[in-house]
């Protein structure tokens, strides 16, 4: 299991992210009703995902609030958002295969987690998500590419998974201000304003072909 170093990172004091690969020996930590829920998946790659997510979630959640994996006490809420008691978490994966993979993401205060690996992406994708007054911020990473629409993507689903509305709420919704000069750096901070949750800091990393990018709450 690889927790991303809070160091190298930048993350907020008490926020802690886990990520985990599907080419990694898993330990056994589902609930039964988790592992009911799983199977009930009807492809494979959900199934891996769902496994991953939990699996990480679980494990981290463990180790900072203390007891065994699989007696956290993780729920689901009404709006389909995971839940721990005494902490705020957030679950995100992606891929498919060997290429599957999932991050976790626990702090005191509101977080969310996002990762997408880099793949084609529409050219005019950015036309979608950024504002008027983000154009600086495409243009600091050097202009709309693969690449740097990941990115963004990935920031601006982190601050939205955060304040629990996901893409739904729109890319335009929030606000990123980015200190990055040329291509997309491998990994570095940000902030968010956000139209219905406020401001919020964000560390950001490419990790092999994903960028994760985590979003705390700093209102």
Known sequence: MTDLDP???GLGPGVAVRLLR???ALPDVLTPDEQARCDAFGSDDRRRQFALGRTAARTLAAARLGGPPDAVALAVAADGAPEVPGAHLSIAHTGRGEAAAAAAAL?????GVDLEAV??????LWRRILRDDEQSVLASLGGPSDDTQTLLWTLKEAVLKAQRTGFRAGGRSVRLTLNADGS?????RASAHAEASGDWSLAFGR?????VAVAWSVG
């Open 7 to 9: 160091l190298g990172w």
């Open 22 to 24: 599907s080419n990694r």
């Open 107 to 111: 702090a005191a205060v509101p977080v």
């Open 119 to 124: 793949r084609p992406r529409r050219p005019d």
């Open 184 to 188: 997309p750096p491998d990994r570095g």
């Open 207 to 211: 990790e092999g072909d994903l960028w």
